[in-house]
């Protein structure tokens, strides 16, 4: 692998949005073979030969993580010494881990609805994104939750389809399996909505 890393299409962390920018980071890390750097599980070896690719490696990863943010973000990790560290301190400073937040997120959840101009694909993505967000702050959301919230928040137009999904076998309702049928009766009522206005 080349020691070049690339990141001139990576999204620099502005301070916003940090679920997606972390997400984006492991792929990075992950790609890498730094991830378990970056999150402590492989502390730094004693063995000296080891010592120095771990070494190699976390700088690899802190290069990575301060090219990849704004300097206004930067100066929060000026005073770490590892990719670790910086990790950890990005995770204080930015997840929502106060119970106060929790609830915010919960309300917020509970509270949301399929907007007009979304489609089928990007309201699962919204449900999902803030079902992840809850688990991150260990309240811990089960797949029939999230099953649950995109039907519920579905507009009238698929009341036919979420009676439809109630006559689904059981063992066949998953998330993966609600995801194929909502965007296949998604294209199903956009071709029928055209063929209207032939």
């Known amino acids: 692998m080349s020691e070049f890393i690339d ?6 962390f502005s301070g916003a949005n940090f679920q997606a920018w972390k997400f984006q980071m ?6 890498n073979d730094i991830l378990n750097i970056v999150t402590g599980t492989e502390p730094m070896p004693t063995e000296d030969a080891a010592m ?12 990575i993580l301060s090219s990849s943010m704004d300097p206004g973000q930067l100066e929060h990790l000026l005073t770490c ?6 990790w950890k301190k990005l995770t204080v400073l930015h997840e929502q881990r106060s ?9 917020k959840f509970h509270d949301y609805r399929m907007s007009a101009n979304d489609s089928v694909a990007k309201h699962i993505a919204k449900v999902e994104n803030m079902a992840r967000q809850l688990t991150d702050l260990n ?12 039907l519920g928040s579905l507009p009238s137009k698929y009341n036919a389809f ?4 109630d006559s689904v076998d059981t063992d066949k309702q998953t998330l993966e399996n609600l995801t194929t049928r909502l965007l296949k009766e998604e294209s199903r009522m956009t071709a029928w909505m055209k ?3 032939l």
């Open 52 to 63: 120095k690719i771990w070494i190699k490696k976390d700088a690899k990863a802190m290069f």
């Open 26 to 31: 492991n792929a990075i890390f992950m790609a």
């Open 162 to 165: 979420v009676t439809a999904w």
């Open 7 to 12: 990141l001139k299409n990576v999204t620099k």
């Open 81 to 86: 010494k590892s990719s670790n560290d910086m």
């Open 139 to 150: 309240e811990n959301i089960s797949d029939i939750t999230i099953m649950a919230k995109i």
């Open 195 to 197: 063929l209207q206005v």
């Open 99 to 107: 119970e106060s937040s929790k609830l915010i997120l919960m309300t």
